[in-house]
């Protein structure tokens, strides 16, 4: 595993070209995009073609994990994937429409998927992916049976390949604009969580266990918590 | 432009083949989707594999707008694209580890892009994805320059062929699982703006205008509001 101050290595396709004031060059870097994010975007081609496809995941060190049925077309195509994060800070309103941006962190990984045939690692991975967003939710749950097991595909992603860009702060303008009589400034963005919805078959008694409350937002009407990274 | 009740027309690669309970069919679903997001994940293929880029986007009608740099990797590979734009709305967690899901929105949009040379159709363009976020925003600040115009790539991209799908509701568990003693529920997930952060350099006297107010989330400290579908 890397230290989380080895520095990405960037390949051709993983060096920022546009805009290298924002791209970040260390591991940890990945790690917090990585772990902060809910879903990501798995790119694959399939028939020559791009298709872009959003999916759960789940880290362990430098292994990104992602699962899906066996019947799935994104699953299937194999070959290179790209897997892109992306978190919304805010909008960047600046006094030109030139100068509108959005504060963001986004990370890309690239690389080969590799199938996980292995038992212990299949289960690694699924409990990471389940873990991911609500840490302590597979030892909680109900485990699979063998036949949900056999239903579903894990695979593997080295972070080996893979870059991170981030904007955040106010806007820049150009010099002479900086007089013009417009408001300038940011609308914060933020994925929060709020107060857990029990299910309505919910059998009477049953409370909300501790580690699903600490991942939910505080109790209604409070104010929203934003989501926190999962708990490595 | 197309009747908000049509129906999608599904091609081979749009038709839901995993989870089709979960598929959306009318083209309102669609663009309730696409207005309610604030990026998009743009895939391409690059020398034969994929790379996924966030970027933002607005929508006239049935076409999608795209801009970036004249010198993006991603704008410059032109031929078949795929957009996809998600949003989170729960964790859905089951009694059963195999059936924990998300609550969520997305949609996919496949086609060839189209770039905008039309001087009309590319201010439309960029109009509508400095509107996307912030309706009203490019009549307010400074329109770009020839300059600022020429470096601007616009693409526009069909929304013909697309599908949706979309997750909602309390986990569904198997039958026999019902009985366990353990909580099952979703944590809501939700996209939200906050009070508006001026820039530190803007001159004294500027006032927050109406509609920046209005794309922004309630005063510090007071709940905090969804994220508002663009206004169209």
Known sequence: MHSTTTPLSPTDRTRVNRGKKRARTDRSDLYDVLDAGLVCHLGVVVDGAPMVVPTAYGRIGDTLYLHGSTGARSLRAGGEVCVTVTLVD???LARSV??????????????????VDDPAEREAGLTAIVDHAVPGQWAYARRPSTKE?????VLALSLEEASVKAR?????????????????GVVPVAQVRQDVEPD?????????????????GAELGAELSPVPPAAR
């Not at 309505?200 to 580690?211: D, K, M």
């Open 168 to 184: 955040s702060g106010a806007p820049v303008d150009d010099d002479a604009d900086y007089d013009l009589p417009v408001w300038a």
């Open 90 to 92: 805010g909008l960047v």
């Open 149 to 153: 097991l056999a239903a579903t595909i």
């Open 98 to 115: 030139f100068h509108h941006s959005m504060n963001y962190r986004s990370a890309m990984v690239y690389g080969q998927v590799r199938r």
């Open 200 to 216: 309505p078959r919910l059998a009477e008694g049953i409370t909300v266990p501790a580690h699903i409350r600490a991942a939910a």
